[in-house]
């Protein structure tokens, strides 16, 4: 959000007695200046501010705090609000925005603005070119009328801090179980960023004073984690030190009691406390125990830590004895770090509220002003809805279930009923009503869902979502959470034991992304059990529980000191909640296992959207004429419900959306993942009846300005091949680029230099230490002492052929330079082709001594050139100076290049008849036909086999390297040619991994001293291995 403007719209300013140059933009509501500005005042105070700013692009940044001040300019003055942000925000010092321009008369001309009195004449509008638009906006959320009434009570209680921070005598104590024995973790090895990430953090916790420098026996190691927005977070693994303390059993508020207070309210605010534990101080004796390390020394923490398993007990053990009062006056309720304040009316509802925020501030407590909800009658609060004295359990604790649709194979029927199966014993009569979906299982049955199936469907749906199945959260009972995972998506259930058997009370599922469903199992598992304790977290914080899964792994992975660094920040998550990780096996999991494979992007129908249709469908003439049909008679297939109209399609009630309302409720359930045609459509399906879904959907979708920029582009690609003119004799046009980096040598030489003739295809190779300017310009400066300046040079965009000096020397010697589209290689193609020719070739030729890969260059030059040419039939020597070269190549150089250039024909050739597989989908018959023809069938490869397997990973510097790896001994034998393979030496490559038959060799499989000729049983099998 950099602004950069023109002094034309700017005016000398004087802020608290300092000249300021501001630009004036009647389009900003808030007047800012810039941090280093407000440092040169002195004994001003910074206050805190709850104002978000929002510029181009949507973009927007925090102020670091407000002042007032002391504004003149022209003839008037005022005392006045002024934000300040940070300086790389802004390129001006300064911003006079609308709320102090509204104060006066302002005078717009050719030489400038000007400030009047607002006596002089009355305040007029003012409209010109805004250069750019900051917009003050609060980012809690709070009804319209109110907002102005909110923004104040925050400035009067919450910006303008109290004289003197009080004390909370709550602190973190550290009791150990038994003796804690002096444990030390080296400091963890990190890269330059997140050194440099560990460094940053440390040095501000140790100047807010919420760590110290330590001495202690004790040091736990730290851990660097990504954020989803990419940057880094610091982390301590208290991991091992949670099993040596005694767990502080402070007690978590009863969910039920808190919810009891709020049915008789019917207006509601609701609060997020920040940084929560870093308010809780830790004991002077517990600190040591607290310590961890990195490259800049030992340190202890003087608040309370993230990760250490104590914490959230401490802090709902601080928060209710600073909010205690208030609690017992009926003025608000706490559970955790949640706060809601409850009232009859608006009026006292502002007022608790102002109470609420009065008595945080006193104690520095910080707000989350994001999630916060000020003066609301609905209110989501615990897993409930509250509204008008009513609180019934939230949507989302049955989701899962109810947005499961009509089974469509076998499959789905297994699942649904593994899930409802589990239940049973709470079903009275289950297998009467499940039968028809039973009998859909046995053998020989022909597989319809009809009208009797359907309503089995939905009748073992409505009584597994309701009570005696589906039960209340108590926090008294024994409670487990089972979670699973598979490539469809992700699920859990929330159990609890009521009467000597285990309840839901929750059910989660949700999709895989695309990324997701590619990733291992053990990936897939720590996700789900990591987002189904984010999703639980008001459950199940401060209460013991099991954490049941069929991973095996899983258990492991808590305990384990290295961890992959994808799930790690999962991990030290986990480490706020007390449960037991267990393993059970698949078969006793298929409750949960449905909700994995079968789970649903959907639309929920709220009552507020549920009003708006019916109020639509009154104002829409096709659907009322229905609906004074239905007044009368039946009217197939619609039906009236709760005043709705409703289409009956497969036995299911879909509500019939207005025309007017169609795009709105298409756009909602795209934009959940922004799905695909075919599952946008089923999303819709699930729960709405619009005619023609298909093509509106089709044409939104077109439209969706995210799918546009990410989804890749369908059908055949645009636009045809264009020639580049090779003029009618050589050194006409050349083709330039660099190959590498290769492997350091003793010459420090690390890529070729490539060039190729485009009519004679003659090439010329230098090897070189870089890939800057000054080395190109030098070698074609000597090339052109000898064969004179061509007219055309082609290159790509790299920096040594953008540069200045570069450009400077094509166009002082008259040479056209033309610079290939990015990402289109095949502009460049002549070059490209030589370059995956030398590579292949020299790596090859020094495999033997990689380092001196420069002394095979002028061989393979000479080999290329001398080489009869696919396109000319002639060598390249031959066309240049119309003779054939006299040289000797070795008969082993000719035979790589042959090789060479058959296996590139090769690769093309497959590479295009791969694009034609994609885009002409009638053709794949043939293709496939053709494309047999010259395959044969796979070699069965046996357990104890030594093989070769293809290398799939290059790194930077390594493009030389083999392209295969072993020996590999065969250790499994999977279907479709998949085998699994351990190192069988000590050489390069992973120890254990798994591989396809058709990125698999034989290894050295004839004895040095056998006869090649003598015949064996495999004989036929092992020809053209190799």
């Known amino acids: 959000m950099r602004i950069h403007v023109d002094s034309a719209r700017t005016k000398p300013v004087i802020i608290n007695g300092i000249i300021i140059n501001c630009l004036v933009d009647t389009g900003s509501d808030v007047t800012i200046i810039k941090e280093a500005i407000f440092k040169k005042m002195k004994d001003v105070d910074l206050n805190r501010t709850a104002t978000v700013l929002r510029g181009l692009g949507n973009a927007s940044t925090q102020p670091i705090g407000c002042f007032r001040a002391l504004i003149k300019t022209d003839q008037v003055e005022a005392s006045h609000n002024v934000l300040v942000v940070h300086d790389s925000k802004f390129s001006c010092d300064g911003i006079v925005g609308h709320d102090f321009i509204s104060k006066f008369r302002l005078i717009c001309s050719a030489e400038g603005y000007t400030f009047l009195d607002p006596e002089a004449n009355k305040k007029q509008a003012v409209e010109y070119s805004q250069m750019f638009n900051i917009c003050e906006e609060s980012s809690f959320t709070v009804a319209p009328q109110y907002r102005e009434d909110v923004e104040r009570m925050i400035e009067r209680t919450y910006e303008t801090p109290p004289k003197q921070i009080k004390q909370c005598p709550v602190e973190l104590k550290i009791i150990p179980d038994g003796v804690i024995k002096p444990f030390r973790h080296g400091h963890t090895r990190l890269s330059e960023e997140e050194a440099i990430a560990v460094k940053k953090q440390v040095e501000e916790w140790v100047e807010q004073s919420i760590v110290r420098k330590s001495t202690s026996n004790v040091a736990s190691r730290i851990v660097v984690v990504k954020k989803k927005d990419g940057t880094l977070r610091v982390c301590v693994d208290y991991r091992k030190l949670n099993t040596m303390v005694l767990m502080d059993c402070f007690p978590v508020p009863i969910m039920e009691e808190v919810l009891e207070k709020l049915q008789s309210a019917k207006w509601f605010t609701t609060m997020d406390l920040q940084n929560g534990f870093f308010h809780v101080a830790v004991e002077e004796a517990s600190k040591p125990y607290t310590a961890f390390v990195t490259r800049e020394g030992l340190f202890e923490f003087n608040k309370a830590p993230f990760g250490f398993k104590n914490s959230p007990a401490a802090f709902i053990r601080f928060v209710q004895f600073i909010f205690q009062e208030l609690i017992n006056s009926n003025i608000m309720q706490l559970y955790m770090d949640d706060i809601i304040v409850y009232a009859a009316t608006p009026e006292e509802c502002m007022e608790k509220t102002e109470m609420v925020l009065k008595r945080a501030a006193e104690f520095g407590l910080k707000i989350k002003w994001k999630k916060c909800n000020f003066m609301q009658r609905r209110i989501h609060f615990l ?352 083709h330039i680029d660099h190959l590498g980096p290769m492997d350091s040598s003793a010459k420090q030489y690390k890529y070729i230099l490539a060039t190729v003739d485009a009519f004679s295809k003659f090439v010329w190779l230098f090897p070189t230490k870089s890939t800057g300017q000054e080395e190109v310009v030098k070698r074609l400066t000597d090339w052109s002492n000898i064969f004179g300046f061509p007219k055309r040079i082609v290159s790509d965009k790299g920096t040594a052929f953008t540069s200045g000096a570069f450009e400077q020397f094509m166009s002082s010697h008259n040479v056209e330079h033309v610079c290939t589209t990015t990402g289109v290689a095949r502009g460049n193609g002549q070059i490209e082709r030589v370059n995956r020719l030398n590579l292949a070739i020299i790596s090859k030729l020094s495999s033997d001594e990689p380092s001196k890969w420069y002394k095979y260059v002028p061989e393979v030059q000479k080999a290329i050139n001398c080489h009869v040419h696919s396109s000319l039939k002639l060598s390249p020597f031959e066309v240049m100076f119309g003779t054939k070269m006299y040289t000797r190549v070795e008969d082993r150089l000719l035979e790589l290049l042959q090789e060479e250039v058959v296996c590139q024909f090769n690769e093309d050739r497959y590479e295009m008849r791969q694009l034609v597989k994609r885009n002409i989908e009638q053709a794949q018959k043939d293709y496939k036909r053709n494309y047999d023809k010259k395959r044969r069938a796979e070699y069965k490869y046996k357990a104890g086999d030594l093989v070769a397997i293809k290398r799939t990973q290059f790194v930077a510097g390594r493009k030389m390297a083999s392209g295969y790896l072993g020996p590999y001994e065969v250790t499994g034998v999977k279907d479709n040619g998949r085998y699994d393979v351990k190192k069988a030496a000590n050489v390069e490559g992973p120890n254990v991994t798994s591989t396809s038959c058709d990125n698999m060799k034989l290894w050295k499989h004839i004895a040095e001293n056998a006869d090649l000729l003598s015949s064996g049983s495999d004989d036929d099998d092992q020809e053209g291995r190799m």
């Not at 109810?402 to 297998?431: D, E």
Request: charged share 25%.
């Open 383 to 734: 897993g409930h809805i509250i509204e008008g004295g009513q609180i019934c359990p939230g949507k989302e604790k049955t989701s899962a279930v109810n947005s499961f649709g009509t089974p469509q194979n076998v499959k789905a029927v297994q699942g649904f009923l593994g899930l409802t199966g589990f239940f049973r014993k709470f079903i009275p009569g289950y297998a009467q009503i499940a039968r028809p979906l039973t009998d859909l299982l046995k053998k020989d049955a022909i597989f319809n869902i009809g009208p009797v199936e359907q309503q089995s469907v939905n009748k073992l749906k409505e009584i597994l979502v309701n009570e005696p199945v589906l039960r209340i959260y108590s926090r008294e009972a024994e409670t487990e959470l089972h979670t699973d995972a598979s490539k469809d998506g992700l699920g859990a259930v929330l159990l609890q034991k009521f009467e000597g058997s285990f309840h839901p009370v929750c059910f989660w599922s949700r999709k895989t992304t695309k990324a997701e469903s590619n990733r291992h199992s053990y990936y897939l598992e720590v996700k789900a059990a990591y987002l189904a304790l984010k999703k639980f977290r008001h459950y199940l914080l401060g209460v013991p529980f099991k954490l049941v899964t069929d991973c095996v792994a899983f258990k492991q992975t808590t305990k384990k000191a290295d961890v992959p660094r994808e799930v790690g920040p999962w991990i030290l998550y986990m480490q706020d909640f007390n449960f037991q990780p267990e393993h059970r096996a698949g078969e006793r999991m298929r409750h949960v296992d449905f909700l994995s494979r079968h789970p649903q992007a959907c639309m929920m129908i709220t009552s507020e959207l549920t009003a708006r249709i019916k109020k639509s469908q009154q104002n829409d003439d096709s659907i009322r004429a229905i609906l004074e049909i239905l007044k009368d008679r039946l009217f197939q297939p619609y039906k009236l419900k709760g005043g709705l109209l409703y289409s009956m399609v497969n036995g299911n009630e879909l509500l019939v959306v207005p025309a007017l309302m169609e795009r709105e409720v298409i756009q909602s359930a795209h934009e959940v993942g922004h799905l695909s045609l075919q599952k946008t459509m089923h999303s819709i399906q699930q729960q709405f009846f619009i005619p023609h879904l298909e093509y509106k959907v089709k044409k939104l979708i077109s439209n969706c300005i995210k799918c546009i920029i990410h989804s890749k582009k369908l059908g055949k690609q645009e636009g045809y091949l264009n020639c580049i003119d090779k003029g009618d004799a050589p050194l006409h046009t050349l």
